[in-house]
């Protein structure tokens, strides 16, 4: 019968047609004897695609992986973390400050205070050699000039409850200005010069110099219009000439200055809005010359140069436009956003943009006019596996070149001896957040039982495989804002019970804690998908417990978590991490300000002293004196305990040992040299020299 | 009403039922995943006394670091781990998780949990099932009317809802809402119970379409009795057969389907521990633990096994027409 | 004829109709927002978040989103948030990904299906029937993502080879034919990971199909007749077993693309169950909606499609819908 045997013989021939596919297929082994091509890529795991390729819009580690590569900025840190220059050669910070000319005042020697006078009497100090003017290189008068501007105002409440807002014309007065030219930049300048001039400053009424809304403008506002003092901190940065984008366009000082505006340009929506906000303008000197001028004093500014930069003459208004009229969308709501651009990039960097299939892979090439020489890989490919043990079993068929293995995997992996292995510090760190605008943790001493009551060795010995170190505070512990003079909390149950005690908490009859007849019950939270934050809850909660506190624990999903308790403030006690900088600015995190819904302080710190350090830190300008009060300010937070600093991750990436770097001697003979990682434990700071030989070429180190 | 029930023919009542239990018994492979039903359902009230509580018999949550690791059958470290926290059975039956807890005692906990994923969200399903495929089935040529307009019939709108369900595929579905939801527990048992709800609603109406011609319902009719009587008391009961098939069924495709859940990260969160989620918290230690994904993995499959199996004889011992040999 | 077929047109349209809506009313229970936000970096600010929400029209009514929604989709203009590119190309793409998945997984069901279902009903009781029975269900007993871990680390182990993805990932300028068969490689643990579930289902509904139709009177007849029992079995017991299926080739669907979810994520495969998980993930929403509803029109066009057959095929049908 035809039927009973098609009915056999269909599934024994696909059957065999699937199996011997098999023997097409290269092993493990043969793999790079078949293609030698293989040893020239590079092959990333990661478990998320990239998002947009375009620095200045990508918010996700994978974007910027890739573009870490394809741009460059104007620096970057070196391998001890100091910054070094990119696109940039050198730069210089320095500062100019304003004052204004208050003629209803008088000077020190009684006569009324004249721009003349005032410039005078502050040259004849200079001269003097005082102490208040020693960074002043110059000082020059700017006349006064009048404009109009519209501004809103609030209007006091009406009946209908509601305050309204309506538009206000005003015209400003802006009297004649001094403005000062400083070596260095100085956050007290202006503090030493009002003692120079008896308290000149700050009698100066601003609201006098604006006309027209008088009843509805307060003094903040004036302030904004006409500043009294103003510091304006300046970076000169010169840049390198002769730099190529990887079209072949010479890079020059136009895209940095159109860099910045993409940014702030409200259309695009970037996330780096905030970093960049507080500069006042780019203003290029010339084609190699860019002068940055900041609003305000903003120390952490700087390191955002870091910001790769983009093709001016790829996404300028033109550009877009016709790139809008081609697709037929309308050319005035298109924006770099909208652009083709973020899916094939064009930047300064050692690798240009080749070929991206969305979840599967992107694919790099060098780029061989790469100012600093060419890398000598010549394909990067930046595989997507969505799942860890996934990712895992590539990595031992040889289909991909780097895995970054789990804690519980090392102890397995590292005396591998087909791996080399690379186990530095990371900059995050996990903690137990506690909510101060709960009354039972408004108490230092219960935040510091409930630290006290946890066993954070043993977290790190047993759930993280020693892959972490403790951490008493918010710095990173490889940076010199971290103070090693603090010792962490101690491991004392008995001595946590103590200090509850002496707070009034008290165990009760079936052995819970308990105030005035209360128990001592809240719950802790974390987020969905995070297994050592996991793992700390569950041992968090036990460790309470014991103490006889009753704990609930409820692990939520990201966006509700963040959307729904930290940002609305709604939760007792969370286990969350942060990503250090390496900046000592901590005012978003800490300052008291920073309290409200959706801000970042959402633990409810305060501390007026550590407030003041704060804003300190953010305009000191000067290493040391910085350092110094990040110091203290370590100390301060360590003391009050908003949270319970548990430890800082360790990241440890596996690499076939086949991976080296080389380098060539001047006669052109190549010199094999080990994979170093740098203060951080990024392994790919000289990514550009290495190479993959098809057998290791170094013993075992 | 008495009265009529006893009127009815006899065969309809009684015999079907029993020849088809009888044919059931025959079926050894059914009968055996009948009994490992019940063994489960033990498991599972044991492990519900034994686990929960403040201070429980087994304590699945109780956290031992310095034993984590451990495999099956091996004892406890007397010298790293405080006195009252060891094991109460004095031995880590089954091995211990990345946090040194029993495993043995989280199956336990998760066999009550998983049983009541899968009961809670078939009984949802059942429920839907039966009131909308009673409706079909018995007020099938009944229009829906807006006004005077007579848009369609009952069963045209029913048929449609099932044919709507039927479209998307359904782990997707699942997957969207539970998401959306956060998942929680009772948001996974609600979500799955509302979207495989089909199967019972299509049986129950041809069960009912099939009934309704029958002379004992035709009486009742001509008596007067209102119709969701007829259909709660008469019809129902009489369509049973099939919803016990695809319960049974379903609690096999629930359980299963919790586990795909946990393997995404959308299933039953901690604290509650089902055998989805130790399986798939297990994977991440396949290489250096296997036994935390062997034992809720062989659990799974035996269990689901021992559903399918049951509910396959019962489907098959309940059709006529394969009855016959 | 004419008739039916607009009757049955007219049905889909209006199920259409609620497809559309329950997929777009599904998301919008959500307390979530889309999650652009780095979890780890303080300075993306909760402005950003709202100028997103903003940019992205979630503030408007949701009957006037339900409306834009569906017309931005027709008109290709809809844009996933992720990563602002077109919806509708992204899941046409992603769907010839899967395409490939998907027809093997049907072959081999189809292929697997009907020997393994017949067997059993002619066999039925014996210990083949039981063997073929227990394994059947075991297949679909174990969790698929366990399955399909315990299958890669014993292939990989084993013999050394990748299975993850499309293709050997990294080679590359290698000739037609081994490109082909490495492409197939790749495909043969997914696809057989896929089919279990549609292999065990469909091979029950056949044995039990067999079963009845070798009970019936017809097939005794036939057999009465002194027909030889391959003839009564293969020419008119199976021809009339097979008249049901067509109506499962619709329902097929469905159940591929649920089910390519768990295995496209572990094997990284580029496909839309794929595609629809790391939508759910990062809320994107066009994404996710989009989906649930092409995946509901393709169930339909497919149901359609069976509808058709079964009238074709089937006089009594017709003759109903008259």
């Known amino acids: 019968m035809r039927v009973k045997q098609i009915l056999i013989l269909a599934p024994t021939l696909v059957s065999l047609f699937l199996l011997q596919s098999y023997f097409w297929v290269p092993t493990f082994e043969e793999q790079v004897k078949g293609d030698p091509g293989r040893l020239t890529r590079y092959i990333q795991t990661s478990i998320g695609d990239a998002s947009i390729l375009n620095p200045t819009l990508a918010a996700d580690s994978a974007s910027s992986d890739i573009n870490s590569l394809v741009f460059e900025g104007l620096i970057d840190r070196n391998r001890d973390l100091a910054f070094r220059g990119r696109l940039a050669e050198s730069w210089e910070i320095f500062e100019e400050a304003y004052m204004v000319v208050d003629d209803t005042q008088r000077l020190p020697d009684g006569n009324p205070v004249t721009a003349d006078r005032l410039l005078r009497h502050l040259e004849k100090a200079r001269a003097a050699g005082d102490p208040a003017l020693r960074l002043v290189q110059k000082i020059e008068l700017l006349p006064g000039q009048s404009k109009i501007e519209q501004i809103e105002v609030a209007i006091p409440r009406q009946e209908s409850g509601k305050p309204k807002k309506r538009m206000v014309e005003v015209t400003v007065h802006l009297p004649p200005r001094l403005k000062f030219t400083l070596s260095e930049v100085d956050q007290d300048f202006f503090v030493k010069l009002n003692s120079l001039l008896r308290g000149y400053g700050n009698r100066i009424d601003p609201s006098r110099f604006i006309e027209g809304a008088e009843p509805v403008i307060t003094r903040e506002r004036a302030a904004a219009l006409v500043p009294p003092t103003e510091h304006n901190p300046i970076v000169l940065f010169r840049l390198r000439k002769g730099v190529l984008f990887q079209d072949g366009h010479e890079f020059d000082s136009g895209d940095v200055k159109f860099t910045y505006q993409a940014i702030m340009a409200p259309e695009n929506l970037s996330p780096r809005v905030p970093d960049f906000e507080p500069v006042k303008a780019v203003e290029p000197l010339g084609r190699y010359t860019v002068k940055i001028i900041y609003k305000r004093l903003f120390e952490p500014g700087f390191g955002s140069w870091g910001m790769g930069i983009l093709p001016e003459h790829l996404l300028n208004r033109e550009r877009l436009k016709a790139e809008a009229i081609r697709l037929g969308r309308d050319p005035k709501t298109y924006s770099i956003r909208d652009s083709a651009f973020n899916r094939a990039p064009i930047g300064t960097g050692p690798f240009r943009f080749a070929e991206w299939k969305t979840d599967q892979f992107i694919r790099l090439r060098r780029f061989r006019d790469y100012w600093e020489g060419s890398p000598n890989l010549r394909e990067y490919l930046y595989r997507v596996i969505p799942d860890l043990l996934t990712a895992e079993l590539t990595f031992y068929a040889g289909t991909s070149d780097a895995y970054g293995a789990q804690p519980h995997q090392v102890e397995r992996l590292k005396h591998d001896p087909r791996f080399q292995n690379f186990s530095r510090l990371g900059l995050g760190y996990t903690y137990i957040g506690y909510n101060m605008r709960r009354p039972i943790f408004q108490d230092v001493r219960v935040r510091k039982a409930l630290g006290m009551a946890i066993n954070v060795q043993e977290i790190i010995d047993y759930v993280l495989y020693r892959q972490a170190e403790r951490t008493t505070g918010p710095y990173p512990k490889q940076t010199e804002f971290y103070n090693p003079t603090v010792r962490p909390l101690p491991y004392d149950p008995e001595g946590a019970l103590r200090l509850l005690a002496e707070a009034g908490w008290t165990r009760n009859a079936e052995g819970w804690l308990e105030k005035d007849g209360k128990p001592l019950a809240f719950t802790l939270l974390t987020n969905l998908g995070n297994e050592v934050r996991k793992a700390v809850m569950v041992v968090a909660q036990n460790a309470w417990r014991r103490l006889g506190i009753k704990v609930e624990t409820l692990i939520m999903e990201w966006a509700v978590f963040i959307n729904e308790r930290v940002d609305k403030g709604d939760f007792d006690a969370l286990i969350l991490g942060w990503s250090m900088g390496l900046d000592a600015d901590l005012y978003q995190i800490f300052h008291s300000s920073q309290m409200g819904h959706f801000q970042l302080n959402f633990v409810g710190y305060s501390n007026p002293e550590a407030d003041a350090l704060m804003i300190r830190i953010r305009q000191e300008y000067n290493r040391a004196r910085q350092v110094e009060m990040a110091r203290r300010l370590h100390q301060i937070v360590a003391q009050d305990q908003p949270y319970t600093f548990l430890f800082v991750g360790k990241g440890l990436t596996l690499l076939d040992r086949k991976l080296v770097r080389m380098i060539r001697d001047p006669d052109g003979t190549p010199q094999y040299l080990p994979i170093v990682a740098d203060k951080l434990g990024r392994i790919n700071f000289h990514f550009n020299q290495w190479v993959k030989t098809s057998e290791p070429v170094l013993a075992a180190y | 009403m008495a009265t009529l029930t006893e009127s009815r023919p006899s065969e309809v009542t009684v015999s079907p039922s029993r020849i088809a239990w009888r044919f059931f018994l025959r079926n050894r492979t059914a009968v055996a995943g009948m009994l490992a039903c019940v063994v489960f359902f033990v498991v599972a009230v044991l492990g519900l006394v034994l686990t929960k509580g403040e201070s429980p018999v087994l304590n699945p949550r109780q956290v031992r670091l310095a034993d984590k690791f451990k495999p099956p059958l091996s004892l406890p470290n007397p010298q790293a781990v405080p006195a009252e926290d060891l094991p109460r059975l004095g031995i880590y039956l089954l091995g211990t998780d990345d946090l040194g807890r029993d495993v043995f005692a989280r199956m336990l906990e998760g066999a009550y949990v998983s049983l009541l994923v899968g009961f809670v969200a078939v009984g949802i399903a059942v429920a839907i099932g039966i009131t909308l495929g009673g409706i079909a089935g018995y007020y099938g040529r009944v229009r829906i009317g807006v006004g005077r307009l007579r848009l369609m019939t009952w069963d045209t709108l029913i048929a449609g809802l099932i044919d709507v369900f039927l479209s998307f595929p359904s782990f997707f579905l699942i997957l969207t809402v539970v998401a959306v939801l956060k998942p929680s527990i009772w948001n996974i048992m609600v979500v799955i119970g509302f979207t495989s709800w089909t199967g019972t609603a299509r049986f129950v109406r041809a069960e009912i379409l099939a009934l309704r011609e029958q002379d004992f319902v035709q009486a009742a009719h001509a008596l007067g009795v209102p119709g969701p009587q007829i259909i709660l008391r008469h019809l129902i009961p009489n369509a049973i057969a099939p919803v016990l098939v695809s319960a049974t069924l379903g609690i096999a495709y629930a359980i299963l389907t919790e586990a795909g859940l946990s393997f995404l990260g959308f299933g039953v969160p901690p604290p509650d521990a089902t055998w989805g989620n130790i399986l798939s918290d297990g994977k991440n230690f396949l290489f250096d633990a296997s036994w935390l994904t062997v034992i809720p993995g062989t659990a799974i499959l035996i269990v689901v096994l021992a559903f399918n199996l049951f509910g396959e004889g019962l489907r098959e011992a309940f059709n006529p027409k394969l009855r016959q040999l | ?322």
């Open chain 3, 1 to 322: 004829m004419l008739s039916a077929l607009l009757r049955i047109g007219w049905k889909k349209l209006w199920t259409l109709f609620f497809v559309s809506v329950i997929s777009f009313a599904v998301i919008h229970l959500a307390p979530g927002q889309p999650s652009q936000i780095d979890p780890l970096n303080p300075r993306f600010t909760p402005e950003q978040l709202e100028r997103y929400r903003k940019a992205f029209d979630l503030d408007l009514p949701y009957h006037v989103q339900y409306v834009r929604f569906y017309r931005k989709l027709f008109t290709g203009e809809l844009r996933a948030f992720k990563d602002s590119q077109p919806v509708l190309p992204k899941i046409v793409e992603r769907f010839w990904n899967s395409f490939p998945l998907f027809l093997v997984g049907t072959v081999l069901i189809w292929c697997y299906a009907f020997p393994l279902g017949i067997a059993s009903a002619i066999r039925r009781n014996s210990l083949f029937d039981k063997v073929t029975t227990v394994i059947v269900f075991a297949l679909i007993s174990v969790p698929g993502f366990y399955l399909a871990y315990l299958l890669i680390i014993f292939v990989v182990q084993t013999f050394h080879v990748d299975v993850i993805g499309l293709r050997t990932f990294g080679r590359e300028g290698v000739a037609a034919p081994l490109r082909l068969m490495d492409r197939t490689w790749h495909l043969v643990l997914p696809s057989v990971l896929g089919a279990t579930a549609g292999i065990a289902v469909l091979s029950r509904y056949v044995r039990s199909q067999m079963l009845e139709v070798i009970n019936s009177d017809y097939v005794r007849t036939a057999r009465a007749k002194g027909l030889g029992e391959d003839t009564v079995l293969y020419k008119h017991a199976l021809r009339n077993a097979l008249l049901p299926f067509v109506t499962m080739l619709g329902l097929l669907v469905p159940a591929l693309i649920g089910g390519s979810v768990i295995i496209e994520t572990i094997f990284a495969w580029p496909g839309i169950g794929r595609l629809g998980y790391e939508a759910v993930l990062s809320r994107d929403y066009p994404i996710v909606i989009s989906l649930n509803f092409i995946a509901a029109v393709l169930t339909l066009l497919g149901t359609l499609l069976s509808d058709v057959l079964y009238m074709v095929a089937d006089p009594r049908i017709r003759l109903e819908a008259e």
